[in-house]
C-alpha cells in the first residue's frame, strides 16, 4: 500500500482520566496518505480497560481510513491489558 509512516509515541497512563486526549491525537494523525500508524508504547506505564477504549477507537477509524495500525514495544503489564480485552487480536504488531 503506498503511503507514509507516522509514529506516535505515547507515554504516561492511558486510563479514563487520558483516554479522550489520546483519542483525539490517534484520530489527527490518521489522515489521508498515511498507510501505516505506529503506536509506540514504550513509555507507557499502565493501560486501563477504561485506556483500551482509545484503542478500539483508533482500530475503527484506521480500517475506515485504510490505514494498518501497528503496536510497538508495549510493557508485559500493558500487554496483557491488550490481551484481556481481545485487542491483540485486532492490532499488527511488527515481526
Known amino acids: 500500500m503506498p503511503g507514509s509512516r507516522a509514529v506516535v509515541r505515547l507515554h504516561g497512563e492511558i486510563d479514563a482520566s487520558t483516554v479522550e486526549v489520546v483519542t483525539r491525537g490517534l484520530r489527527q494523525e490518521l ?45 508485559p503489564s500493558v500487554q496483557r491489558a491488550l490481551s484481556q480485552v481481545g485487542l491483540d487480536r485486532l492490532l499488527k504488531y511488527p515481526s
Open 31 to 75: 489522515r489521508p496518505g498515511v498507510a501505516v500508524l505506529e503506536l509506540d508504547l514504550t513509555d507507557v506505564q499502565h493501560l486501563s480497560a477504561d485506556g483500551t477504549a482509545a484503542f478500539f477507537r483508533a482500530v475503527k477509524a484506521s480500517r475506515a481510513s485504510g490505514t494498518r495500525l501497528v503496536i510497538t514495544h508495549p510493557a
